[in-house]
């Protein structure tokens, strides 16, 4: 099976930076996108970032200029720094591996998953 473990969030002033990590593991062969999402307390879950393996990145129109994502393919693991948070980040993010190709029991299957979560708090 694949699971998806993040890392990096907590509380931090507005102004100030943080930066997240999503790691994939299991018996992986490829993974065809991988983003953020977050979620803030009566708000719908929303996309903040994705990337593809061929680079190619996508951001909210609210991130744009303050976050980058990046990812190591070689290590199946994905990068969202944020910088010049705002109070109206806080959220929790959530790291999405979409069209995960992994091997289990002799056969290949696809998947797409989402991680636990981590708390982003910006305090004004």
């Known amino acids: 099976q694949v699971q998806l473990v993040e890392s990096g969030g907590g509380l931090v002033q507005a102004g100030g930076s943080l930066r997240l990590s999503c790691a994939a593991s299991?018996?992986?062969?490829?993974?065809?996108?991988m983003g953020w999402h977050r979620q803030a307390p009566g708000n719908q879950r929303e996309l903040v970032a994705d990337i593809t393996n061929g680079g190619t990145t996508n951001y909210a129109d609210s991130v744009k200029g303050r976050f980058t994502i990046s990812r190591d393919n070689a290590n199946n693991t994905v990068y969202l720094q944020m910088n010049s948070l705002k109070p109206e980040d806080t959220a929790m993010y959530y790291c999405?591996?979409?069209?995960?190709?992994?091997?289990?029991?002799?056969?290949?299957?696809?998947?797409?998953?989402w991680g636990q979560g981590t708390q982003v708090t910006v305090s004004s």
């Open positions: 999405n591996a979409a069209g995960v190709l992994y091997y289990s029991r002799r056969s290949y299957y696809t998947g797409n998953y």
């Open positions: 299991g018996s992986i062969v490829s993974i065809s996108a």
